[in-house]
T-cell receptor, first 118, second 112 residues
Framework: QVRLQQSGPGLVRPSETLSLTCTVS????????WNWIRQPPGKGLEWIGY???????NFNPSFKTRLAMSTDTSRSQFSLRLTSVTPADTAVYFC????WGTGHFDSWGQGTLVTVSS | DIVMTQSPDSLAVSLGERATINCKSS????????????LAWYQHKPRQPPKLLIY???IRESGVPDRFSGSGSGTDFTLTISSLQAEDVAVYYC?????????FGQGTYVDI
């Protein structure tokens, strides 16, 4: 049974960079898209983008200029970096897995509340 | 972007009764060469990650009770809970994965 474990700070200052990492255990990292999804307080779910362990990415255009994603194969980790954050980026951030060739998310991390505030 | 619109925004159903949630997409999610609809349904409870219920519009994820079913094709889809249980109180989301950016409906809150 695959497990996704998120890590990263829960508080980020405005204009700084939000960084989160998701560690995959109990399953392969190949042939999947590794995604980030967020939910602002009181709002719905928003797909941010994905990376695969070949280094290919696909980003939501809403974030494209501020977004980077990377992988560390040796640690079975993938990461999100969102620059120049504002209070509007306050949200619960989830990592999630989708099978290659699909886009439905069958395994999720536990979620991390990231608050952007000074 | 493909816009997903769910109805209603919320509903209350008696225990053991049927709950029906609708989801409409701004363009067809049916990929003709595979005859598959690129639509999924999720259940989301507070302080938990969302849980995949249905994918390809009608395929139940392993371990999901058979009271949950998905139907529809093209632009109109339905999630049905045939006999509502107390543990089904949650927000339900549809999601399209036909085109990126993958997008979700606004959510439907189901209560007893």
């Amino acid at each position: 049974q695959v497990r996704l474990q998120q890590s990263g700070p829960g508080l980020v200052r405005p204009s700084e960079t939000l960084s989160l990492t998701c560690t995959v255990s109990g399953g392969s990292t190949s042939n999947y898209y590794w995604n980030w999804i967020r939910q602002p307080p009181g709002k719905g779910l928003e797909w941010i983008g994905y990376v695969n362990f070949n280094g290919n990415t696909n980003f939501n255009p809403s974030f494209k200029t501020r977004l980077a994603m990377s992988t560390d194969t040796s640690r079975s980790q993938f990461s999100l970096r969102l620059t120049s954050v504002t209070p509007a980026d306050t949200a619960v951030y989830f990592c999630a897995r989708a099978h290659w060739g699909t886009g439905h998310f069958d395994s999720w991390g536990q979620g991390t509340l990231v608050t952007v505030s000074s | 972007d493909i816009v997903m619109t769910q109805s209603p925004d919320s509903l209350a159903v008696s225990l053991g009764e049927r709950a029906t949630i609708n989801c409409k997409s701004s363009q067809s999610l049916l990929f003709s060469s595979s005859n598959k609809n690129y639509l999924a349904w999720y259940q989301h409870k507070p302080r938990q990650p969302p849980k995949l219920l249905i994918y390809w519009a009608s395929i139940r994820e392993s371990g999901v009770p058979d009271r949950f079913s998905g139907s529809g094709s093209g632009t109109d889809f339905t999630l049905t809970i045939s006999s509502l249980q107390a543990e089904d109180v949650a927000v339900y989301y549809c999601q399209q994965y036909y085109y990126t950016p993958w997008t979700f409906g606004q959510g439907t809150y189901v209560d007893i």
